[in-house]
């Protein structure tokens, strides 16, 4: 789409366009460029020179034990975390999609989590299953069941799996609401004098109809478990027990910062960035079948 | 979004009362972490390290809150809330201001080059700073901005999601305004200050919503450059607080500091909850 009017002279667009490329060439495609830039080298250990390797650091990667075991981890991961933000905030969503009244209070009170950063949701789930002095852990423990996150791998990942979901269950409650509100109610009626009862309604119907926010959600939400949910690892379990729960951006950071592994954490980083093309992709596909729709 | 109600699809009786028992235990759960946090920011460090906690408050609220915020552990809570309302309030307006500008020049002019700049300004769509973490830092340090406000600003707000907002929106305005403006011989800018920008209103309102939020909750990016306490803003600061050996934390400062964490952005998502619906929709979509 283009504007039949505009305005006359280049200097002025110029001018108005120029901080923005400014900060977008320093602080993004320099970085960018340098990550593929140094992804192809090996610094030496006193960073002083750095050999080049071509794509050496790649092949090192997908042959080291640990990044592949990062891969997996991420996978189950990011599946976890969009099943566990998803699945209950459908069901809240269609809930309050039956009521007339209240409907908005319960979406006020549903939102705060939303508001809430992924770090400060980390503390407060580490809070309550801490081994020492957690409420939830120390219930289980009356149960007969030792909680011990810092020490077993699978309740590490299901800590920070239901941390990281929590506050997305407002944000895709919000958006399921909305598209639940849009679905007509003439289609639904006659599906309800043909006989068909409420979840039966749900699944043939329903479901379909809002497929579109669906599909929309499952990216969105696996895009938010590779990246956004590092303040949940780092604060709870600062991706252990022997690196069960160090996703591929904790790994970015523990190599890079931490271990001052550069070469490595650039290809990492390269990595990555496919991965967030070829998510972007998956995006705008979505959003071009919208448009058509 | 009224909707009609008709009898047919209706729920009455057991299945309405029902639903409201089912939503209020939704609520109830997604709350109960919160009411946690905040009995425990009431209570003794005696009554935390002796479980199970109350789910009751205690009367320790005035001692948690105000050793939270004048001393804290590392630095006062006070000087982390400054720090994060800053960067915060300066990653919006930063990002609002130099978008609404580019989308002008990107839809109101032809000027050399302007496709280029379009697909560039669009590439910074798909990286986001945890990617490229280590370059950035390096960049950053270079130019001696690390423990600055610049350095937690600047980086995140290189990013085109405001740019195609304004731009999607400019692209509804009627181009009869234009016209008329040119038609009256008034400069470029007078039709942007005089026409665009109150016109803009709302989509900047709900676009800095959701830009204050996403400011105030960087985690990884403050945790990196900000060496100095001083400069802690509060989100990255909390796991600082926590002591690195075997000793029991603080916890009812700690718990205290994520409640004051946690009730600014809380107070903008509620408060402007129309406005940050709509900006949640306007910038996904």
């Known amino acids: 789409m283009e504007k039949r009017v505009t305005f006359k002279g280049w200097k002025l667009p110029f001018l108005l366009i120029l901080p923005q490329v400014i900060v977008s060439a320093v602080f993004f495609f320099y970085p960018a460029g340098q990550a593929i830039y140094q992804s192809l080298f090996i610094p030496d250990p006193f960073g002083l020179s750095s050999r080049f390797v071509g794509l050496g650091n790649f092949e090192y990667l997908f042959s080291n034990r640990y990044y592949l075991a990062s891969f997996t981890t991420t996978a189950v991961f990011s599946v976890l975390v969009t099943l566990c933000s998803m699945i209950p905030a459908l069901f809240l969503a269609v809930m309050a999609d039956r009521l007339v009244k209240g409907a908005g209070t319960y979406r006020t009170l549903l939102i705060w989590p939303y508001a809430i950063a992924p770090a400060i949701a980390g503390v407060l789930w580490l809070f309550m299953f801490n081994t020492r002095i957690g409420i939830v852990s120390w219930y289980l423990g009356k149960l007969g069941y030792d909680w011990n996150h810092v020490l077993n791998g699978a309740e590490a990942m299901g800590l920070v799996v239901v941390a990281s979901s929590w506050g997305r269950i407002s944000y895709n409650f919000l958006f399921f609401f909305a598209a639940l509100q849009a679905v007509p109610k003439s289609v639904i009626e006659a599906a309800a004098i043909d006989g068909a009862r409420f979840w039966r309604r749900f699944f043939t119907i329903v479901l379909p109809l809002i497929s579109a926010t669906l599909f929309f959600l499952l990216v969105v939400n696996v895009v938010y478990a590779f990246f956004e949910t590092f303040g949940v690892i780092h604060t709870i379990t600062s991706g252990g027990p022997q690196q069960s729960t160090t996703i591929l951006v904790y790994k970015v950071f523990s190599d890079g910062f931490v271990g001052q592994d550069l070469g490595s954490s650039a290809a990492q980083s390269v990595v990555l960035l496919v991965v967030v093309g070829l998510l972007t992709v998956a995006q705008f596909k979505f959003i071009e079948k919208r448009v058509h729709y | ?285």
């Open chain 2, 1 to 285: 979004m009224a909707r009609e109600q008709t009898g047919m699809v209706e729920r009455r009786g057991t299945g309405l009362w029902l639903t409201h028992v089912l939503m209020i235990c939704g609520v109830l759960v997604v709350f109960f972490p919160i009411w946690l946090a905040f009995v425990a920011s009431t209570v003794t460090q005696a009554d935390i390290a002796s479980p199970p906690l109350p789910l009751i408050p205690g009367g320790h609220f005035v001692e948690n809150y105000s050793r939270a915020l004048f001393s804290g552990v590392n630095v006062p809570v006070g000087t982390m809330l400054v720090n994060s309302l800053i960067m915060a309030i300066g990653i919006a307006v930063g990002k609002i201001v130099i978008s609404l500008l580019s989308a002008f020049a990107i839809v109101y002019f032809r000027f050399p080059g302007r496709n280029i700049f379009f697909w560039l300004i669009f590439l910074t769509l798909m990286l986001p700073v945890e990617v490229r973490i280590v370059p950035t830092y390096e960049v950053v340090a270079s130019f001696g901005m690390l423990n600055s406000y610049s350095g937690l600003i600047l980086p995140l707000i290189a990013s085109a999601t405001a740019t195609f907002l304004f731009r999607q929106f400019y692209l509804t305005v009627p181009d009869e305004l234009a016209e008329a403006a040119r038609v009256d011989g008034a400069r470029p800018m007078r039709f942007f200050w005089d026409i665009l920008l109150p016109m803009s209103r709302t989509n900047i309102a709900a676009l800095f919503v959701i830009l204050f939020i996403y400011g105030w909750n960087q985690y990884l990016w403050p945790l990196l450059i900000t060496t100095k306490p001083e400069m802690n803003t509060i989100v990255m600061g909390i796991k600082q607080m926590f002591p690195s050996g075997d000793d029991l934390a603080d916890w009812p400062v700690i718990m205290a500091t994520s409640i004051l964490a946690m009730i600014p952005p809380i107070f903008v998502v509620v408060s402007m909850q129309k406005l940050f619906i709509r900006g949640l929709v306007d910038s996904e979509k």
